[in-house]
């Protein structure tokens, strides 16, 4: 397969590059470095510095002897995009280039506006791409479990079926973010599905949980090849800041009452669902859904297993219940069905002591770099 | 009441300053001439050329003694709107600024991204704005009866309770557009509803069906004064662009079978809801929905209606049925509610013949003007 990752310069897209092309794929990676210079006008870089893409794919093929090609250029261009389909004609495009922060979203007006434009017309600009020059491209784009919010009903994966008034239609489950980052990924399963509505295009959805993790097979086979890691309040996900904080003994920062209860999942299995949903690819005119999430948690419960880990290993680990600066339910229902990805041969990496360790290891090798300040600035909204 | 209109210069935007600075409420309007541009480009120009929109605010002042205070310029510019916010604090802002045409918005990828750009970031900047100077300001948005698409179930007003699997919840009504300037308009839904619930803003969503009508008391006062009146397939509405196709005698442009049924309202009941929206708010933290629809027509009974006015009237009509150029359902369930724009007062106005002869009447004078080709394009989707 010929592979078109956008956000290869991402905690998830380089990662997805390696792993690609160690299957043996033609992976080409494109990014822009939105989140580099975001991280460095916020001062909240991530914690282990990482070679640019360029020098990434170079080292990579110097471990792996694969190669990578790698084009900087922004996805909101269409011109950039149409110049990369048309010199590859990708089978699949794997779309991560979107701006991926809620709070960031929140910060301000410009901010926000960011959001919408580059989440939108990256979106837009990938539909029109494959209808004029591959339009048998599968399209995988990673959504959020947060597009559906805390329904006060089980959530299915993507569509629910209504009875009403003695007639019946099916739907995508309601969807009802709690940050504007999370409502453009609403916007875009509304755009991409009125385009495979209308043009027959193939797309998966993937609704992603916070993911965590540090560790994957191929960034474990040189370190200049890990993952860009972030413990920040901006960029990096909880339980990735949970271990920093647990190293440093900064309190665990749990918002308000912690009962926030959230579908969360390894990197290494974001790699296996990708990786699945590309070799078994939607069909032309399917938005296809998936939950993608391997066990939930509420905050409080990462926390105390942080906790306990951390104690463990010698940290004197402490939990502090902050005023939620963030507009969300402290305790609700929270019944996500996840399924679909295990069908199609998911075998999750479960959250274990194990797990844990292992990024306390890799964390406390690189703890000089934290800087305390990124972990907390309270975003308010 | 101050009121500030967005989009003051297009079909709704002109008549609706003028409906309120008759009732005695200080107008202020702005628009940035994107329809009078776009149309102008395309060359489908309004039938009956209307002056700008500081020449007709100086012809109302003449008319009726009363001010409308013009701005040109674009929503999307924030600093714009914020200088407009600072300096009148208005009391309601009705959001008109919007790119409107389905056609238009499916022309190519640079429209489509123009569209999506325009009706979100226009929504956002207002949402900051009034965020930021005026809290208490009421928003009034035009939606569309479209966002909601044919769905086999009954279509409430904007909210639907779901049972399911023994537990239940209220969310949007299901929301699947038939265009991508539909689809903007679904997106700015989800824009509203996640502010309304994070920042307590009040906001009505009028749900509204294609408008047709030339005719409004202020209008009638002076013929420099009228709407502009669209027939083209760009940015004309299907009874309006019937009623010039049956005076020149081209045949109705019934696309498929003509089954496809919509609401409809006159141009004279939009100002009278839009009114009673403003006079009755929506609370603080409350996303209000209204179907603005008078009643429901097919495309065949608009065709018939038209044809034995124009009939009767001298005209030779006949009906065509084309190959449907869209991607829609030619023969599907409709029912939606439209009780609660009653319930606050509406008297409305139906399609009598009486209205289309009057409609006849009108445009009859301008029928020199007509651009033969302005009528059908064919924009595939």
Redesign the interface.
């Known amino acids: 397969m010929r592979v078109l990752v956008l956000g290869a310069d991402g905690y998830l897209g380089w990662p997805t590059c390696m792993y690609f092309s160690r299957m043996g794929h033609e992976v080409i990676g494109a990014d822009n470095y939105f989140r580099r210079n975001a991280a460095l006008a916020l001062d909240c870089e991530a914690l282990i510095p990482t070679p640019n893409l360029l020098q990434r794919a170079k080292i990579w093929q110097q471990v792996i002897e694969k190669k990578i090609a790698i084009h900087i250029g922004d996805v909101t261009n ?1 011109e950039f995009l149409l110049s990369l389909f048309r010199a590859y004609h990708p089978d699949v495009v794997i779309h991560y280039a979107e701006q991926p922060s809620a709070p960031y979203s929140m910060l301000d ?2 901010k ?2 960011f959001t ?2 580059n989440n ?2 990256s979106t ?2 990938i539909v ?1 791409a494959v209808k004029e020059v591959s339009p048998d491209c599968h399209i995988i784009k990673l959504g959020t479990m947060g597009e559906y919010g805390t ?4 959530i299915e994966e993507g569509w ?1 079926q ?4 003695g ?3 099916t ?2 489950f ?4 709690s ?2 980052y999370h ?1 453009t990924k ?2 875009d399963t ?2 991409l ?2 385009y495979v ?3 027959g295009l193939r797309v998966t959805d993937l609704m992603q949980g916070p993911v965590y993790g540090i560790s994957t097979d191929d960034a474990d086979m040189d370190e200049r090849l890990i993952p860009n890691f972030h413990y920040d309040e901006i960029f990096g996900t909880v339980l990735n800041r949970f271990i920093v904080q647990a190293i440093i003994g900064y309190p665990l920062t749990v918002y308000g009452k912690g009962g926030q209860t959230r579908g969360y999942l390894n990197i290494k299995d974001t790699l296996q669902c990708v990786y699945l949903a590309a070799t078994q690819p939607a069909k032309p005119g399917e938005l296809r859904i998936f939950n993608q999430i391997s066990e939930s948690f509420s905050v409080n419960e990462l926390a105390e297993k942080v906790k306990i880990v951390g104690k463990k290993l010698g940290y004197d680990v402490k939990i502090t219940h902050l005023e939620n600066p963030r ?1 969300e339910k402290e305790e609700h ?1 929270y019944n996500p069905k996840y399924t679909g990805l295990l069908k199609l041969g998911l075998q999750p990496q479960y959250l274990t002591d194990g797990v844990l360790e292992g990024m306390f290891g890799i964390v406390e090798k690189y703890k000089n770099n934290i800087n305390r300040d990124a972990i907390f600035r309270g975003v308010k ?1």
């Open positions: 269409h007006r410009d926000a506006a919408i434009q939108l017309l837009l600009n029109y329904p006060n009903i089980d629910i209504i009875q009403h008034k007639k019946k239609d739907f995508l309601p969807r009802q973010a940050s504007l409502t609403i916007q509304d755009l599905w009125f509505r209308t043009w507009n229902y909204w």
